[in-house]
């Protein structure tokens, strides 16, 4: 299983599954990252938070809490 959070700069990867609770996914699913949405990984921190990335075609910064939560292949 590899998370947001482990993915390097520059990668795109497909979303498999989100885990979290009730309004944290909720919060998450209403950024618009949904089970089999395409994220590209377009810069991470250099202490690895926040992490920029592209879903839907906006751009978009997620806390490293955040992106554990979001299962990804």
């Known amino acids: 299983m590899q998370t947001l959070r482990e993915v390097a700069c520059g990668q795109t990867v497909t979303v498999k599954r989100l885990s979290g609770d009730g309004p944290v996914k909720r919060r998450i699913m209403d950024m618009g990252i949904t ?19 592209t879903v839907r075609g906006y751009e978009l910064s997620l806390r490293k809490a955040d992106a554990e939560m979001i299962e990804v292949e």
């Open 35 to 53: 089970k089999g949405v395409t994220v590209f990984v377009r810069k991470v921190a250099p202490f690895g938070d926040p992490i920029e990335v």
